[in-house]
């Protein structure tokens, strides 16, 4: 599969760096009969998306990048912190009923819940709320501490973890979200303060934003 799509033109001064590079871009205009001026932006274009490289007084040279590195280093770039939603939080006391609202009402599928000053307790997905609902108790009285997944076994990721990282803990795990956290060492060891909420969403957003969309 081609993940970016190359003009007749574009390929052309592929093969033409490949080729004679390094080769400067007045050189590579005379052997497509064009004016430097009209290669310029497609110059820009493979070098800005790592295929070529351009130095100074020396001229472009072939990278050997494949169109497929480029995305795992465009991927592998962005970080958690500019794509993250923000959290949906609630103590642990609160009934499994409530939280079945908020997810309704915030639009979720996983809330997280934390303690006083923002430590994560624990997480409940839809799930989990299915699971209690058809269990026979009360869900006006059982608390949603009682069914959440609970520290330590919380996958979890960080604002500047990348998002290509954060992607494949969603897959690896088989989960639909992560917290993003910061570390509390002051408060003792695994205590983390919820930041943010990284999601498939999230990444569905930032793949289509990258297409241009
Ligand atoms: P759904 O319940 O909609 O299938 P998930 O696949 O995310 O959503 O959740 C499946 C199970 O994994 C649930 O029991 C949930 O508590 C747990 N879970 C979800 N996200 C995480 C996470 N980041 N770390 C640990 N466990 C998680």
Redesign the pocket.
């Known amino acids: 599969m081609n993940y970016i799509e190359l003009t007749k033109r574009q390929e052309k001064i592929i093969e033409i760096v490949r080729n004679h590079g390094p080769i400067t871009g007045e050189e590579i205009a005379q052997m497509l009969n064009l004016s430097r001026a009209a290669l310029r932006p497609d110059l820009a274009i493979l070098t800005m998306a790592g295929l070529l490289g351009a130095r100074p007084r020396v001229g472009y040279y072939y990278t050997g990048r494949e169109p497929r590195d480029v995305i795992a280093g465009v991927l592998g770039n962005i970080r958690v912190q500019e794509v993250q939603s923000r959290p949906i939080v609630v103590r642990e006391d609160v009934t499994v009923y409530d939280a079945i609202v908020t997810m309704f009402i915030e639009d979720v599928?996983?809330i997280f819940v934390v303690s006083e000053g923002g430590f994560l307790e624990g997480?409940?997905?839809?799930?989990?709320m299915l699971k209690a609902s058809m269990g026979g108790k009360d869900i006006n009285k059982l608390p949603v501490g009682v069914v959440?997944?609970r520290m330590p076994?919380?996958?979890?990721t960080y604002p500047d973890e990348s998002v290509l990282r954060a992607a494949e803990k969603l897959i690896h795990?088989?989960?639909?979200?992560?917290?993003v956290v910061e570390p509390a060492p002051q408060e003792g060891a695994e205590k983390y303060r919820v930041v943010g909420r990284f999601t498939k969403t999230n990444i569905t957003r930032l793949f289509v934003s990258l297409a241009g969309k």
């Open positions: 599928g996983t997480l409940a997905s839809r799930k989990d959440m997944t076994n919380i996958i979890v795990h088989q989960v639909d979200s992560l917290p």
